[in-house]
T-cell receptor, first 113, second 114 residues
C-alpha cells in the first residue's frame, strides 16, 4: 500500500466555511495531484504540482487553491464552501519511473450543506 | 476528442466465476494504459500497466490485454473472490504534454456474490 495520506476522510460542513483538505506522502515524490470524483463518474484533475513552489490548474475548473511549500505536503483549500463542492477529493503522487505510476490516497468525502 | 469508454457499467457475478471487462479508447498519441482497482471509499490502486508494444500482462488472477491497433483493452479476472468487488478503472496516458496527461474511464462496478 502506498504511503500517501489524506485527512479528514469525511467532512460535513456548512455553506460559506473555509476548509483545507490535507494530503501528505512519504515517498519523496516530486509530482502530486488533486482529483475530484463524483459517484459513478471519472476522475477529473483539478490541480497538480511538479515540485516545491510549483502549482498548476488541471482540466476541471475549480474554485479551490493549492500550495506546495514542502515536497511531502500538498494541501487543498476552499475559501468559501458551497453545496456544489460536495464530492470526493483524491490526492495522488507519482514516481520517476518511465510510466510514472500514480499512487492515490484514500480520499476525502466532502458534504457541504 | 480523447476519450476512454468502459463496459459494462456494472456487473454481478458469482464467487469463483470468471469475468472480462472492456475498455475502448480514442486517446492519441498513446503512451500507456493502466487498469486500477478502486474499493468503495478508497483511492484507486494500480493493477497493471501496458505500453504500446505489450499485448498482455498478468498480476495474479488479473490479466490485461491490449490491442493498440483497434484501441481496445480488456481485464480478465479469473476465479473471482468476494474481495474483487470494486470499481475497475481504465486509464490511458497520452504523453502529448510534459505532464503526460491521463484520461480516466468511468469504471466498471463489479459485485461478486457468494
Amino acid at each position: 500500500e502506498a504511503d500517501i495520506y489524506q485527512t479528514p476522510r469525511y467532512l460535513v460542513i456548512g455553506t460559506g466555511k473555509k476548509i483545507t483538505l490535507e494530503c501528505s506522502q512519504t515517498m519523496g515524490h516530486d509530482k502530486m495531484y488533486w482529483y475530484q470524483q463524483d459517484p459513478g463518474m471519472e476522475l477529473h484533475l483539478i490541480h497538480y504540482s511538479y515540485g516545491v513552489n510549483s502549482t498548476e490548474k488541471g482540466d476541471l475548473s475549480s474554485e479551490s487553491t493549492v500550495s506546495r511549500i514542502r515536497t511531502e505536503h500538498f494541501p487543498l483549500t476552499l475559501e468559501s464552501a458551497r453545496p456544489s463542492h460536495t464530492s470526493q477529493y483524491l490526492c495522488a503522487s507519482s514516481d520517476k519511473s518511465l510510466q510514472e505510476t500514480q499512487y492515490f490516497g484514500p480520499g476525502t468525502r466532502l458534504l457541504v450543506l | 476528442k480523447n476519450q476512454v469508454e468502459q463496459s459494462p457499467q456494472s456487473l454481478i457475478i458469482l464467487e469463483g466465476k470468471n469475468c472480462t471487462l472492456q475498455c475502448n479508447y480514442t486517446v492519441s498519441p498513446f503512451s500507456n494504459l493502466r487498469w486500477y482497482k478502486q474499493d468503495t471509499g478508497r483511492g484507486p490502486v494500480s493493477l497493471t500497466i501496458m505500453t504500446f508494444s505489450e499485448n498482455t500482462k498478468s498480476n495474479g488472477r488479473y490479466t490485461a490485454t491490449l490491442d493498440a491497433d483497434t484501441k481496445q483493452s480488456s481485464l480478465h479476472i479469473t476465479a473471482s473472490q468476494l474481495s474483487d468487488s470494486a470499481s475497475y478503472i481504465c486509464v490511458v496516458s497520452d504523453r502529448g504534454s510534459t505532464l503526460g496527461r491521463l484520461y480516466f474511464g468511468r469504471g466498471t462496478q463489479l459485485t461478486v456474490w457468494p
